[in-house]
């Protein structure tokens, strides 16, 4: 594999590419959980009619001048707003089918609500790849991932995964694994529950990850879940005992956060544009808003300091400039074209 400083060439011809677009979207801001770890303060609602539309422009002025569109569906929960998932996806695979250029979709969603029917459905959009959340067993993960009416949600998600297990449909379904100093027991024995169900069916996989602290209102609830500082070491752990049916972000060289490449762009459920989907509150993260029209106001200045990492090649700039950016107070901007 062709290396550049720690970063294969393909990883950064792609994250450069003009033909390649990443559109991340928030059908909604709110959620029907409230894990007791999140970030999100749940303000916004719904995307409004005109954003939806504006979005659906947006999408039809790529159309002709792209190879490949990749659309990531966030929330809150994505799936409390399905009918508008459901519009901006077929729209965006009808002209697909149009301009011939390849559409693929994922969702970060908690999974209550992905039932046979929905996800037959979103397979049909091309939009198949899902990371949901697990906190462990189940007396680990009702404990923190809870629903909005106090409730746990281990038994209705697992009899999800199994119900999509014994389809024939064409999915991805990565099992985020949250780790904390506190659940590592739990989180051995939900493995062996995965070994026993899923882990022959290579549409699963895992991917450990130690809970960090994000900010928001709950900042203080991560702070004692890590505190005694060893979930980072377990999660590395079990990453490579279960390196067959796990996800390493560095396995094709240093990872590239979609943050920091010039083709990728999130739009809020309230027309605001971001490029972290974790910061949302913050200004930095603050970088235009889309138009009625389909077109984007950008702030030159903001954006650029994003995309710094492409003239450094800082393997922490480029793997998450969000925190180096909070580490360094000058970063430095690229002039790029305005757009709208």
Known sequence: MNMIKGFSKQALSSSLSKEKFHLILYPTEQCNFRCVYCYEDFEIGQMPPWIIEATKFFISNKAENIKFLSLSWFGGEPLLAKDILFEIAEHALHLSNKNKFKLSGDLTTNGLLLDIKTLTRLVELKQNQFQISIDGDK?????TRITRSGKGSFDKIWARLMDASETDLDFKITLRVHVTDFNQDSVTIFCERFDNYLAKDKRFNLFFKAIENLGGGNAD?????????????????QTKKYSDNSFDLNKKGNYICYAGKPNSIAIRANGELNKCTVALSDEKNKIGKINSDGSLTINNHIMGTWLQGFTTLDSWQMGCPLSYMNSHSNVGDIKIKQVG
């Open 139 to 143: 007396d680990s993960h009702d404990k």
């Open 221 to 237: 609830n991560v702070k004692q879940l890590i505190q005694q500082g060893t979930a980072r070491q377990f999660a590395a752990n």
